[in-house]
């Protein structure tokens, strides 16, 4: 017999992102020992993540530490945790709107905040960032719903909507909007957009890298040569974002760009920094789209931004579309003030159980503690 310890957790899909969640009163308080059972609980560094949870791929190496929040008028605190896959690494630093999504559908159902009927908002405080949004989702009867006609690209199926309204995102993990204080950088002789509005992108048009910015993929996974250029001005850029040294960050992501080619307003190929992401993350969509109503922006001249205010923004990837709702107000210095960003995404809460992870990682407190058959 050897002794392990047993977590709870509950594994659900948000958006188009997927990994357990917990209530952050049965992790460990200290943060390195709770990074070290996180790694253990997603098998991590391991290139197959054999041992844990995670599923070889970065949009399924995530965790969201969910807790009642302290502040007053905020329901929750959401910890998000991404866990690199073959690195001993848990970075803390960005955001994930696509975990988000499934926040409040996992309090309610652990009771951490109570559910109307028809459809119940929960205000969430995005730990990561100081950040804070109000999450719409459908709880007929007092009840979480995950049947619904809503679809979202990247995921198969329908699900109920998830309606997310981010507050005052702006400068979420570098301070400010601009955070290099340019419109414009010149790195390695690539023109360069560093923006942040929920999350720290820098955008490069593909071409500037000898991309097209149609490439599938695993095309780009593939261009060693490509993927060099975009991590050396990432390294570069990096203390200029007020990031500090990013080698071991998972921010700022890269974000190829090019004229929209399926009738959106602009086409993408994001890196979570390393690997091209299979669709575009959620804050990076909406820092994406707040380049593109940027005058003077490497995106703002290829960009098909239709007319009004507020602005449906589609986000072009390589498995579909992202959408994000802009409304703006008055420039200030010629920079455009976003006053709300609103999207739609979905999730379902996939299994519900334990985790066990190895005593010697961690013991645990009362309750935890589980016996296991070699």
Sequence with gaps: MTRQTRIPCVIQRGGTSKGPYFLASDLPANPALRDRV????????????????????????????????????????????????????????????????????????HGLVSADDGRTTVRIHMVNSGNLCDVHIQTPRGIVSYDGDARIDGTPGTSAPVMIDFLNTAGSACGTLLPTGNVIDDVDSVKITCIDNGMPVVLLRAEDVGATGTETRDELNAADRIKARIESIRLQIGE??????????????????????????????????????????????????????MPGSVAYD???????????????????????????GEPVD?????????????????????????????????????KAEI
């Design 334 to 370: 010629g920079i455009p003030q976003i006053s709300r960003a609103a999207l739609l995404r979905t999730t379902r809460r996939i299994m519900e159980g334990e985790v066990l992870v190895p005593a010697n990682i961690w013991g645990g407190h009362a309750g935890l503690i589980a």
């Design 302 to 328: 290829i960009a098909d931004v239709p007319d009004g205010n507020p602005k449906l923004i589609s986000v072009e990837h390589p498995s579909g579309e992202f959408s994000v709702e802009l409304e703006t």
């Design 38 to 109: 996180l790694l253990s609980v997603m098998g991590s560094p391991d290139a197959r993540q054999i041992d844990g949870l995670g599923g070889a791929d970065p949009l399924t190496s995530k965790v969201a530490i969910v807790s009642k929040s302290s502040i007053d008028g905020v329901d929750l605190d959401y910890l998000f945790c991404q866990v690199k896959v073959d690195e001993p690494l848990v970075d803390v630093t960005p955001n994930c709107g696509n975990m988000l999504a499934g926040v409040a559908p996992f309090a309610l159902e």
């Design 240 to 293: 200029a974002m007020n990031l500090g040294d990013v080698a071991q960050k998972v921010v700022p992501k890269m974000c190829l760009i090019s004229p929209p080619a399926h009738g959106g307003t602009i086409n993408t190929r994001c890196f979570i920094p390393h690997m091209c992401h299979a669709s575009i993350g959620v804050l990076a969509a909406v820092t994406v789209g707040t380049a593109c109503v």
